[in-house]
């Protein structure tokens, strides 16, 4: 699942399909993988800035236009999540996933066959990374640490140790970031990485929780959505 930039639309993988939900006017966009001569879709799909929609699948990230147009596909395999930067020439993707290591590679979103630069890092990890809005930084999260690191060097600019994380979700330039940890099934917890301290918590019942589920809008709407155990959004 991913919210639009404006807000007024969400995504998510059905089987065999990828449905756009509009907020505004209730209506959905339904578009048929198997028509579209998609592979199997591998991870959540992603908005860009402009309203397009990329979905990854075991042959590449498809991008999709709004209205279901196919407008092309990278040569990339997001085996672990993936997202753009802000102007869409850039793309950072869990590329390769085996058993607990995954290595996570920034490329060129340009539309032509593109392999993956050096390796910003390769190590046991929870695959799990986003891309500041302006391209520059990327975090991702190991066991029990989260890494922000400069795209174009490589270079390590923040780190955040947090027991027992489960899962991670970053909002827009990564100002703050949610995450749960493991053996609690009630908290999701907020941190402000500007002011390195705890931003805000809500509890939740155990139905409310599944795993990575949790999505942030973009910042005038301040918006959390939690996709709960019974297939039920909450906002």
């Known amino acids: 699942m991913a919210f639009s930039h404006a807000g007024n639309k969400f995504v998510v993988?059905?089987?065999?399909?990828?449905?756009?939900?509009?907020?505004?006017?209730?209506?959905?966009?339904?578009?048929?993988?198997?028509?579209?001569?998609?592979?199997?879709?591998?991870?959540?799909?992603?908005?860009?800035?402009?309203?397009?929609?990329?979905?990854p699948c075991e042959d590449g990230i498809h991008l999709l236009a709004a209205s279901g147009t196919h407008l092309g596909t990278f040569d990339v395999k997001a085996h672990g999540g993936f997202c753009f930067s802000a102007d869409e020439l850039q793309i950072a993707a869990v590329v390769s996933h085996y058993f607990s290591t995954c290595e996570i590679g920034i490329c060129d979103a340009d539309l032509l066959p593109t392999k993956t630069d050096e390796d910003v890092e390769r190590r046991d990890c929870t695959p799990g990374c986003c891309i500041s809005s302006n391209g520059c930084q990327l975090a991702f999260f190991p066991s029990d640490n989260i890494s922000i690191r400069?795209?174009?060097?490589?270079?390590?600019?923040?780190?955040?140790?947090?027991?027992?994380?489960?899962?991670?979700?970053?909002?827009?330039?990564?100002?703050?970031?949610?995450?749960?940890?493991?053996?609690?099934?009630?908290?999701?917890?907020?941190?402000?990485?500007?002011?390195?301290?705890?931003?805000?918590?809500?509890?939740?019942?155990?139905?409310?929780?599944?795993?990575?589920?949790?999505?942030?809008?973009?910042?005038?709407?301040?918006?959390?959505?939690?996709?709960?155990?019974?297939?039920?959004?909450?906002?």
């Open 150 to 235: 400069n795209t174009q060097s490589g270079l390590l600019e923040k780190s955040f140790k947090k027991r027992g994380l489960l899962s991670v979700r970053f909002s827009k330039d990564l100002p703050w970031f949610a995450w749960k940890e493991h053996g609690d099934d009630s908290v999701l917890r907020f941190w402000d990485t500007l002011k390195d301290e705890m931003a805000m918590e809500i509890n939740l019942s155990a139905t409310l929780w599944l795993n990575n589920q949790v999505f942030f809008s973009h910042p005038d709407l301040n918006l959390v959505a939690i996709w709960s155990l019974n297939g039920e959004i909450t906002i």
């Open 13 to 55: 993988i059905e089987v065999g399909r990828v449905v756009v939900h509009d907020l505004e006017d209730g209506k959905d966009l339904c578009i048929d993988m198997d028509a579209m001569g998609f592979e199997t879709c591998i991870d959540a799909p992603v908005f860009t800035r402009t309203g397009n929609i990329g979905v």
